[in-house]
């Protein structure tokens, strides 16, 4: 047999890391009756159109007969959130959304990114949905 390898444990384990509440609640909370699901949709985007202006400008060179106008493009996110009404869930998304320091934040960067609501449906424990805020 070959020599073998020695693999060396992590400098930091999971333990080391402190254990914080769920954003939105406890996590029992549906479960218990005391908070409800709202999944939020949101659309991200950068703060400067040149994307979207480049996105209508080969439309507009491969269509024939139709013109685009304006448009919207970023990464659309369902952030699914446990609170007891709509105005907390929607701070937990925002919470969520928007970077602040290494630990707080994940899916975008406000030095040149923005977002918007484009829906917020509150979802039962049965799995059906009712749209509590959609953008029109």
């Known amino acids: 047999m070959g020599p073998s390898a020695e693999v060396s444990a992590p400098t930091t384990s999971r333990a080391d890391i402190p254990a914080e509440e769920p954003i939105g609640g406890s996590a029992t909370g549906f479960r218990a009756g005391i908070s409800a699901l709202f999944a939020i949709d949101c659309l991200v985007r950068e703060r400067r159109p040149d994307r979207e202006v480049g996105f209508a400008e080969r439309l507009n060179a491969r269509l024939k007969g139709v013109a685009v106008s304006n448009m919207k ?40 990114q923005t977002y918007e609501i484009l829906a917020t449906t509150r979802l039962d424990a049965g799995g059906s949905a009712a749209t509590v805020r959609a953008k029109e």
């Open 73 to 112: 493009c970023g990464e659309a996110w369902r952030l699914v959130v446990s609170a007891p009404a709509e105005k907390q869930a929607l701070a937990a998304a925002e919470k969520m959304l928007v970077s602040r320091s290494r630990r707080e934040g994940l899916l975008l960067n406000p030095h040149y």
